[in-house]
């Protein structure tokens, strides 16, 4: 007998969940480049909207955003959070769902990995264990007269 609903999370976000996601996220940039926003730390920000983890209820939406260079993005984050009210409307309005997700703003750190890597792989010291050292040639065995 199959059991049809997962009894752990070790799978991953179903299929459902990341397409919600990816539907919240693209409502979210659409939003955030059209929308005049009061706060005035969210009037000239430039915001990028990486990722959104939709909960399996889809309740909860975890939404990961950076900003332009990472520049005060802890206090773009908490302005975010001041409009989720409006933000989560106008989500609403662009994706059909029963309920509104409820969103949770968070600062998207892959970015800064990604450059703590890409700087490991360039030091020297890693850099050796990465390159493989070059193959030695067979040595030829003279012919026989």
């Not at 070790?10 to 409502?27: F, K």
């Not at 659409?30 to 990722?51: C, G, K, M, N, Y």
């Not at 989560?88 to 662009?94: D, L, N, S, T």
Request: positive net charge; hydrophobic residues 35%; aromatic residues 6%.
């Amino acid at each position: 007998m199959s059991n049809r609903f997962r009894e752990t999370d070790r799978e991953g976000p179903s299929q459902r969940q990341l397409r919600v996601g990816e539907a919240i996220r693209r409502a979210l940039v659409e939003v955030l480049q059209e929308a005049h926003f009061r706060d005035p730390d969210l009037q000239d920000a430039s915001i990028t909207v990486s990722e959104v983890r939709a909960s399996p209820d889809l309740k909860h939406a975890s939404v990961f955003v950076t900003t332009l260079g990472g520049i005060e993005s802890e206090k773009t984050i908490a302005a975010l959070g001041r409009a989720r009210a409006f933000l989560k409307g106008e989500v609403q309005r662009r994706v059909d769902l029963r309920q509104a997700c409820e969103l949770h703003f968070q600062k998207d750190t892959s970015f800064d990995y990604a450059s703590r890597m890409e700087a490991a792989f360039r030091s020297p010291r890693v850099a050796a264990d990465i390159v493989p050292p070059e193959p030695e040639k067979p040595k030829r065995a003279r012919k026989k007269k």
